[in-house]
């Protein structure tokens, strides 16, 4: 070959290697922002219970990168949530609790909520199921409707549970095929609208409702887990003997609910809890790959960033304690996810935050910058090398001024009224041993604290 030859093939293979970058640099990948209540880090991939079997939530995560340390900004749904789509602390926002609107806080005011800015940014925005905690404010949406859920009948008619009073906190089987569930009507309006072609990128929400309590599902997801041979949580009798008062209070909490953890013990149903638990995870999976099935048909395969995230974690009888409002891992661990093009595959264990998915998003997606400072950091690095170097550490915040600092190997917990609390997770993955009264450990403390949020914002108004 000539060098004038050589010369014009490598300006031509040049020119086309720019003009595909051009390509890919123009088109905006779409969005499947999957929304899941209460699901802690009983998913198969992330090896909270032994006999959980998510094959779906698997499958997506050995597609694209599994956060295995990422946590919630709140241990409970609105304030998580409310977080999560502004991209602001509660301990900024003053929306710590369920009943603050995000559109009643002070210092929310004239925040452009993620979808607000994927509209914004000529994304088609549309969703079913529970984003917010509430009614998702209409002008947001292009296309958004919410629908009753037959499950919730079961309770109102009769309970399933040997629970006192357990009402919607009930747990059992129903008698209600799966297409009835909202979260499979749903999730099959997903994987139907997946085939759509809508003429421009779309941001689609889909909220999963399950496992948050009632914790129904049909009977044949509860027939993979028969009650006898359930394995309970780990627990030490004696784990709440080293807490400091802040923190006893907060395991006394659900004392005041039926679903606590002496109605348990006394009506010998830490089983059949445990049980409905799995099978409503379960049945959560079989919802996300219904989803999965139809993107992966879809022309939109091979353009659509996989979101998948829960708004907070569960306890099931750790600390005594059940549900969530704890700063313990197993309210503030969750499910993170993301995959897609041009995103790495793999496992990473860097300590990560839910509000960290709005600035991630936001440059994966080529939003503008919202007028409210986001505090998360972008993941992008992670999500091309999951093994880069990280600095930030996951903070959770439980009502006003109660904090927690997790960094990969570290939990530190500080309470309003100073208590605190530190656990070793290289040795102690299940918060047993509080080392925060140990001299040798100031040090260490002293870093976690420098990372405590400075603001701690009054309560924005209730509704
Ligand atoms: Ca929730
Ligand atoms: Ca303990």
Same mark, same amino acid.
């Given at each position: 070959m000539s060098w004038l030859r050589r010369l014009a093939l490598i300006a031509l293979?040049?020119?086309v290697a720019l003009g595909q970058a051009r390509a890919t640099e123009t088109k905006r990948p779409n969005v499947l922002f999957i929304a899941i209540d209460d699901l802690n880090d009983w998913v198969s991939c992330l090896g909270g219970h032994p006999q959980v079997s998510t094959p779906n939530i698997d499958r997506l995560a050995k597609r694209g990168v599994l956060f295995t340390n990422a946590h919630c900004q709140a241990p409970i749904c609105n304030p998580s949530r409310v977080s999560l789509l502004t991209g602001v602390r509660p301990s900024t926002s003053g929306v710590y609790d369920l009943n603050q609107p995000l559109r009643s806080a002070p210092a929310l005011k004239g925040a452009v909520t993620l979808p607000a800015n994927f509209k914004a940014g000529g994304y088609?925005?549309?969703?079913?199921?529970?984003?917010?905690?509430?009614?998702p404010y209409a002008d947001e949406w292009h296309d958004f409707e919410?629908?009753?859920?037959?499950?919730?009948?079961?309770?109102?008619?009769?309970?399933i549970s040997r629970l006192p009073k357990i009402r919607v906190r009930d747990f059992g089987p129903i008698d209600l095929p799966e297409e009835q569930f909202g979260d499979v009507i749903n999730a099959q309006w997903a994987a139907e609208s997946l085939q759509r072609d809508f003429g421009k990128p779309f941001f689609m929400a889909v909220g999963i409702r399950l496992p948050h309590v009632p914790l129904y599902a049909p009977q044949k997801y509860f027939d993979r887990h028969p009650v006898k041979g359930v394995t309970l949580p780990r627990i030490r009798p004696d784990d709440l003997a080293d807490l400091p008062p802040a923190g006893i209070e907060i395991t006394r909490y659900m004392d005041k609910t039926p679903l606590n953890h002496e109605a348990i013990l006394k009506t010998k149903s830490w089983h059949e809890a445990v049980a409905a638990y799995l099978a409503c995870t379960e049945f959560v999976d079989r919802c996300v790959g219904l989803m999965l099935d139809s993107l992966d048909k879809s022309a939109h395969a091979n353009n659509t960033i996989v979101v998948l995230w829960s708004d907070h974690g569960w306890h099931l009888g750790e600390k005594q304690l059940w549900a969530k409002r704890s700063l313990w891992e197993e309210s503030t661990r969750v499910p993170l996810i993301l995959a897609g093009p041009g995103l790495a595959k793999g496992?990473?264990?860097?300590?990560?935050?839910? /509000?960290?998915?709005? !600035?991630?998003?936001? @440059?994966?997606?080529? /939003?503008?910058?919202? !007028?409210?400072?986001? @505090?998360?950091?972008?993941l992008l690095p992670l999500l091309r090398q999951p093994s880069a170097s990280w600095a930030h550490p996951a903070?959770?915040?439980?009502?006003?001024?109660?904090?927690t600092v997790r960094s990969e190997r570290w939990r530190y917990i500080r309470y309003a009224n100073g208590d605190e609390e530190l656990y070793d997770h290289s040795s102690d993955a299940d918060e047993w041993h509080n080392l925060a009264k140990r001299l040798e450990y100031r040090p260490v403390i002293a870093d976690l604290k420098s990372h405590l949020p400075k603001v701690n914002a009054p309560n924005a108004p209730s509704r």
């Open positions: 293979c040049l020119g088609h925005v549309l969703g079913r199921g529970k984003i917010y905690h509430g009614k919410v629908r009753p859920d037959a499950r919730n009948k079961q309770f109102r008619v009769k309970t496992q990473c264990s860097r300590s990560v935050q839910l /509000l960290d998915l709005y !600035p991630t998003l936001a @440059e994966l997606c080529r /939003l503008a910058k919202p !007028p409210q400072t986001l @505090e998360g950091h972008s903070i959770t915040t439980f009502h006003r001024n109660d904090h």
